[in-house]
């Protein structure tokens, strides 16, 4: 079976102290209140990465993740972290691909596939983004757009690789905007990427990569898109700056 996983992406929100408080805050509720086996991860910025791993490397089911990293080594690379850094600090997640990294920083396909493999290498578990903008959605063109994505930066890795990768569908035009794609629409194309995957690989190891929705989810809508049964979590944004709605999101997954 798969793992079912929701993890939070804090994007670039709050402050030191803040980001502290909503760490503590829930990794006590998911202690007390999720008995599920469900992975919890916090994708934090990285000035929190290495206070809020003290944190998490004592609880079973919260784990730290960064929302970003190099795809260099080491090196004169001003402003830029390395996958060693964050294992050196108990990350064990690394997004990868935000659309806001595609759209405002130039990410390309290429630069991510650069990015993948050298998380990978390090034994980090890539959440790796992908998703249409709303154009492409209307001209329905998004399985060839979203599948294109997953060919150019995923297709070349080994099966033992490609099994360790998680992917999160992140819909453009439901990110931040309080319009969720339908759990329809969402199984679709979950379904559509793990066949996608099968071609390439083996049904076998399709059937074992967990597919995490993201856009707009929150407690209001997490429990009908996770019971989609290509849907295995999600990633969350503005619903994961405050514990108590992105607790809900966790129960939600079961
Ligand atoms: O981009 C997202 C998570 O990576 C989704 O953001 P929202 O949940 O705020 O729509």
New binding site residues.
């Given amino acids: 079976m798969r793992k079912k996983i929701v993890a939070g ?1 804090w ?1 670039m929100n709050g402050t030191y102290e803040d980001g502290l408080k909503l760490a503590s805050e829930v990794i006590h509720m998911v202690q007390d209140e999720v008995n599920s086996d469900v992975e919890v991860v916090l994708c934090t910025p990285f000035i929190h990465l290495s206070s809020v791993g003290k944190l998490t490397k004592e609880v079973p089911n919260v784990h730290l993740g960064a929302q970003n990293c190099s795809e260099y080594t080491s090196g004169a690379y001003t402003g830029e972290v390395s996958v060693q850094m964050l294992r050196s600090v108990h990350a064990e997640y690394v ?1 990868i691909g ?3 990294r595609r759209e405002y920083f130039n990410e390309t396909n290429q630069q991510l596939a650069k990015k993948v493999a050298m998380a990978l290498s390090a034994g980090l578990t890539p959440i790796f ?1 992908c998703g249409e903008p709303l154009q492409v959605r209307e001209a329905e063109q998004q399985y060839p757009y979203v599948t294109q994505q997953i060919t150019e930066s995923l297709f070349d890795l080994s099966e033992d690789d490609m099994k360790k990768v998680v992917i ?1 569908y ?1 819909p453009i035009w ?4 309080g319009r969720t794609a339908s759990s329809q629409q969402a199984q679709e194309m979950h379904k559509v990427l793990r066949q996608h995957i099968a071609n390439r690989y083996s049904e076998a190891l399709a059937a074992e990569i967990s597919i995490l929705y ?5 407690p209001d809508n997490a429990e009908e898109l996770f019971a989609c049964p290509d849907v295995d979590g999600g ?6 700056l405050k514990s108590r709605d992105f607790l809900q999101v966790v129960k939600a997954c079961k």
């Avoid at 990633?235 to 994961?240: D, F, M, P, R, V």
């Fill in positions: 992406n994007k997004i935000h659309s806001e983004c999160a992140e439901a990110i931040g905007t993201g856009g707009s989810a929150k990633l969350i944004g503005g619903a994961s």
